[in-house]
């Protein structure tokens, strides 16, 4: 039985090492797609697939109706939505995540963005420093947690919101919870989006939220593009000369906010999950889910119910 992995942006190889141990203990075999550049080459590669670990590598009916054999796709890591659940469902598939295994990783990042942010980029002028100000986190999941975590080390002032997670839990974890999202915005300094690509969420950043940050304020986005208003943040921007825009996920309109230069960032290729730690994390979770889905029926973090 095979189990491939496919992935555009490949996994540290320490991590594909680990995946073939597991893979190989439970008496399946491995194969290996990487950096493909080609939509066919995905599609032949799982025609004799039983089972798939992928990571933001777009899974859609077309590529569900040349793999035959499939059984299941793991997600190695937190969102989904780059995957057809209808069509997985429609085909037969079980569909799982991997959640929390690259949030620390993700976290992290968020703060080598914010330091760069704030010290002008590196361009030698004076900055300013984190200790003090108030971080909103949008969202209070694995990744939200994390930037919590972080943020008191810096001295923040935390402060999160989450539609799915009630104030308590949020409070447990020693962070202020406050209402709504705009409240969130119009009373922080520094904002991290740490929330799914959804029809709720696509385009809800948008320029009347994202004008009521301070005076100097920052949005980290590590999440996904799809949930910024592009055209009304560059319309902002153009506005709001005190405000940054620092983001892991290259914008559509990448070349328009280029103009922005000294306010706005983007690392040329999402690179928040991208250490060898989360790699590994997320690569052997989700050889370990297929082990136990084709082994045991196992359907924890199964998504598409
Ligand atoms: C996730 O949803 O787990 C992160 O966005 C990481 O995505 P990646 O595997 O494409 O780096």
Redo the contacts with the bound molecule.
């Keep these: 039985m095979k189990v491939l992995i496919a992935t555009e ?1 490949p996994f540290a190889a320490v991590a594909v090492e680990g995946i073939k141990k597991e893979i190989e203990a439970a008496g399946l075999e491995l194969a290996l797609l990487e950096k493909y550049t080609e939509k066919q080459q995905l599609l032949e590669a799982v025609a004799d697939a039983a089972a798939l670990i992928i ?2 590598d777009k899974i859609d009916n077309e590529v569900f109706d040349a793999a035959k054999e499939l059984k299941i796709v793991v997600r ?4 989904y939505d780059n995957v057809d659940l209808d069509a997985a469902t429609a085909h037969g598939v079980v569909v799982m995540n991997t959640p929390g295994q ?1 949030a620390n990783a ?1 976290a992290e990042l968020v703060f080598g963005l914010l330091v760069f942010a704030v010290r002008n980029f590196y361009n030698g002028k004076a900055g300013t420093e984190l200790m003090g100000k108030t971080l909103g986190i949008l969202a209070f999941g694995n990744v939200g947690r994390n930037v919590a975590r972080i943020a008191k080390g810096f001295g923040m002032n935390v402060q999160a919101y989450d539609a799915y997670c009630p104030a308590e839990v949020i409070e447990a974890a020693g962070v202020h919870a406050v209402a709504n999202q705009e409240e969130l915005f119009a009373t922080s300094d520094v904002v991290s989006l740490h929330i799914p690509a959804t029809p709720e969420t696509k385009q809800s950043i948008n320029k009347a939220l994202v004008n009521t940050l301070k005076k100097g304020g920052i949005l980290v986005n590590t999440a996904r593009k799809e949930v910024i208003n592009e055209p009304e943040l560059l319309e902002l921007l153009a506005e709001r000369t005190d405000l940054k825009y620092v983001t892991d996920i290259k914008p559509d309109a990448d070349a328009e906010f280029q103009q922005f230069e000294g306010r706005y960032f983007s690392t040329p290729k ?1 690179m ?3 250490t060898a730690e989360a790699n590994v994390n997320a690569g052997i979770a989700a050889a370990k889910q297929i082990v136990g889905f084709i082994k045991e029926g196992i359907t924890k973090f199964q998504v598409n119910k």
Excluded: D
């Design positions: 942006k990571r933001s190695a890591g937190a969102g690259n993700v999402k928040g999950a991208q």
